[in-house]
């Protein structure tokens, strides 16, 4: 399967969709840490612009779009994001065998002895020969 470049990549990360593109089988697309960049650099842009609108309009204009635009553009979707990911992170934690492995890092969806990500629930990467009880 064909591979995103990189512009692509930082797009769709920026985006903040709601479903990882098709070719993303062999690790998760979204984790906390691109969530968190991807909000962040919402947040510094639209800081930016309401920078340069302060310029135009007034305070209060100015102090009503920095508000909304952060919430509804910068944090919301970053907050949606992260319940996706938590919920593919929990499906796994519940249902495989790496969810009942010690070596498994829910954080970033990590199998802590591989170095790799675990992205289906009923296909370790160590196919259960690394598995040890929590
Ligand atoms: S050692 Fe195997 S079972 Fe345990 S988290 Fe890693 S891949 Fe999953």
Redesign the pocket.
Known sequence: MQQRNRDDRFVDLLLLRMNPPQDSIDRPYYTTGSIVSAAMIRVVILGFAAMMLSSYASANVTWWFAMISIWGIGIYPAWMQYQRFNDAVEKIETGS??GA?R??NPTNQL?S??DEH?VHPDA???E?E???PR
Do not use: K
Request: with cysteine; hydrophobic share 40%.
């Open positions: 065998l790496c492995c070596h498994f199998c002895v591989l675990v370790p990467p160590c259960g690394g598995w040890e």
